[in-house]
C-alpha cells in the first residue's frame, strides 16, 4: 500500500489543525513567560539608570567634600585689554596694582628690495639665537643653523627653507612697486630671543652687500638687511616694583597667576583675586540637580497614576521604595557642623515630592559665611557616627553603598539579570517541549490516519465482493 502525502487525506480530518492547535496550548506558558521578561528587562534598564544617577550623585557629593574645591579662586582685571590674568589652584586671595611701561617684541629685520622672483645669489646662511647688548652679540644656548641657498632661488625659496630650518625665527616676503623684500622675525619676544644672520657668500666676499651678503645681519662686519625692530623685554611695574619679562605672558612672576600684556598703559590695572563664589555656587547646584535626577526617576518609577492606571516600573519594588525613602530622610537629617547644621539653613530645600530647591538670596547670605557654609559639606562629624558627617562625605559613602559590588543597587539589579536568564532558559524548556509535542501529535495521528485508510479500502473491498457473491447467487 503506498505512503500518504498529506495528513488527513484517508480520513478527512484535519489533523494540521488538530495539532496545530494542541501545540499552541502547549506554547500557552510562553505568553506569561515573555510578558515577565518584558517587565524584568524594564526593571534592569530601571536600576542601570538608577545606578548611574546614583554615582553622578556621589560625584557631585565628593567635590563638595573636598576643601580644594573650596579654595577655588579667581581673578579679574580693571582693563583686560590692557593687562588679562588668570588664575590657578595655587594662587592665593590678594589685590595687585600692575602698570604697563613697554610691550616685550620681537627682533625683526627686512632686507633691500630686489626684482620680483629673481635669484640674490647661492652660498650659506648661519643663523644664530642671542642678545644683542649695543654693537656686540651674545650667543645663546642653541647652535647656529646653516641654511643653503642655491644660485636660482628666489626670495620665496629662501624664505621657505628658512622657516624648513626651524632656526627659531621666521621668514616671509613682502612685495610693493619696488620689488620684494625679506622678513625675518623672532618667534619669541625678548631680548634673548634676538637673532644674527652670518653669510658664506658664493661670490667670494661675504660683507660686499651683494649676492647672497644682502641677507646678512651682523652689525659691525656685514649688514645687507636693515634691523626694523630690536627685541626687547616688557616692562611693568607690580604694586610699584619693576619687573622685566622677555615674554608679554608671565606664568611665573606670581604663583599660580598667569598676566597677559597686551598694551601700555598710562596708569595702574587693578588686579583682585578672591574666591570663585560662581564655581562653588555652580558644584551646589550640581550636587542639587544630580539629587533631583535620582529622585524624579524613583518618583516616576514607583507610583501608580490612578487616572490611566498605570503602574510604574517599580511600583511595589521594596528595594526603589527604601531607597526613595533613605535618601530623603538624608536630606533632612543634620550634621555636627556650625553655624549650618542642616540643608534648608543654606536654603536647600525638600518640597513635596522629596525634591531639592534652591533659595538663591538664602544660600548667597550662606555665602558670606564660606567657612561655615564649607563644614556643612565637609564636616567629619565630631565623633558623632556617619550620620553626623557632612552632607558631601556622607551622601558620597551612601552612593558608593549604593553602586560597589556588593551594594543595594548592584545586588538588586543582579538578581534580576539572574531572573531574566531563569525565564529565558524556561521559555527555552517551553519551546522545545511543544517543539517535541508536536513531532508527537504529528506522528500519532498520522498513524491513525494510515489506519483510518486501511480500513477504508478493506472496506471498499468487502463491499465488492458481497456485491459480486449477490449478483452469482440470482
Known amino acids: 500500500m503506498s505512503t500518504l502525502s498529506s495528513p488527513g487525506i484517508a480520513s478527512g480530518i484535519d489533523i494540521k489543525s488538530i495539532v496545530s492547535q494542541l501545540v499552541a496550548l502547549e506554547r500557552k506558558p510562553l505568553q506569561s513567560l515573555q510578558t515577565q521578561a518584558a517587565s524584568l528587562r524594564s526593571k534592569v534598564s530601571v536600576y542601570g539608570s538608577l545606578r548611574s544617577m546614583a554615582s553622578a550623585l556621589g560625584d557631585a557629593a565628593a567635590k563638595l567634600s573636598q576643601a580644594s574645591s573650596w579654595n577655588v579662586v579667581s581673578a579679574s582685571s580693571s582693563d583686560s585689554s590692557a593687562v588679562g590674568v588668570s588664575a590657578r589652584g595655587t594662587a592665593v ?3 595687585l596694582s600692575v602698570q604697563v611701561h613697554n610691550l616685550a617684541r ?3 629685520t627686512a632686507s633691500a628690495a630686489v626684482p620680483r622672483d629673481s635669484a640674490v645669489g647661492s652660498g650659506t646662511l648661519s643663523i644664530q639665537l ?10 645663546g644656548g642653541a647652535s647656529a643653523v646653516d641654511v643653503e641657498v642655491g644660485a636660482d632661488d628666489s626670495l620665496s625659496t629662501i624664505a621657505s627653507k628658512i622657516n624648513d630650518a626651524r632656526a627659531g625665527v621666521s621668514a616671509t616676503v613682502l612685495r610693493d612697486a619696488s620689488g620684494e623684500r625679506l622678513l ?3 618667534d619669541n619676544t625678548g631680548e634673548v630671543n634676538g637673532f644674527r644672520i652670518q653669510v658664506s657668500d658664493d661670490d667670494g666676499d661675504d660683507t660686499d652687500n651683494s649676492g647672497l651678503s644682502r641677507l646678512a645681519f651682523d652689525p659691525g662686519a656685514a649688514t645687507g638687511m636693515t634691523l626694523s625692530q630690536a627685541g626687547t623685554d616688557a616692562q611693568l ?12 605672558t608671565l606664568a ?3 604663583p599660580g597667576l598667569t598676566l597677559t600684556l597686551s598694551k601700555e598703559t598710562t596708569a595702574p590695572v587693578e588686579i583682585n583675586v578672591g574666591t570663585d563664589q560662581a564655581a562653588i555656587r555652580k558644584n551646589v547646584e550640581a550636587f542639587v540637580n544630580a539629587y533631583n535626577s535620582l529622585n524624579d526617576l524613583l518618583n516616576t518609577t514607583t507610583r501608580y497614576d490612578a487616572a490611566t492606571q498605570t503602574a510604574g516600573t517599580l511600583q511595589g519594588d521594596s528595594t526603589a521604595v527604601g531607597l526613595q525613602n533613605a535618601l530623603r530622610a538624608m536630606m533632612r537629617s543634620v550634621t555636627a557642623s556650625s553655624p549650618f547644621s542642616r540643608l534648608a539653613d543654606v536654603g536647600i530645600r525638600a518640597e513635596q515630592g522629596g525634591k531639592l530647591t534652591i533659595d538663591n538670596s538664602r544660600l548667597d547670605e550662606a555665602m558670606k559665611n564660606l567657612e561655615g557654609l564649607q563644614n556643612l559639606f565637609t564636616s567629619t562629624g565630631g565623633g558623632g557616627g556617619s550620620t553626623t558627617q557632612g552632607f558631601g562625605l556622607k551622601v558620597k559613602a551612601f552612593a558608593d553603598g549604593l553602586v560597589g559590588s556588593s551594594g543595594t543597587l548592584s545586588t538588586r539589579s543582579d538578581s534580576l539579570q539572574g531572573a531574566l536568564k531563569r525565564n529565558d532558559r524556561e521559555q527555552e524548556r517551553v519551546i522545545d517541549r511543544a517543539n517535541r509535542a508536536e513531532v508527537r501529535y504529528l506522528a500519532q495521528y498520522n498513524a491513525m490516519d494510515a489506519n483510518v485508510g486501511q480500513l477504508n479500502a478493506l472496506n471498499a473491498f468487502v463491499a465488492q465482493q458481497i456485491t459480486l457473491w449477490n449478483r452469482n447467487t440470482r
Request: glycine letters at 8%.
Open 237 to 248: 611695574t607690580i604694586n610699584n616694583v619693576a619687573v622685566s619679562s622677555p615674554s608679554n
Open 93 to 95: 586671595r590678594t589685590n
Open 184 to 186: 625675518i622675525r623672532s
Open 252 to 254: 611665573d612672576s606670581l
Open 106 to 108: 620681537a627682533q625683526s
Open 130 to 139: 642671542g642678545r644683542w647688548s649695543g654693537g656686540s652679540f651674545e650667543a
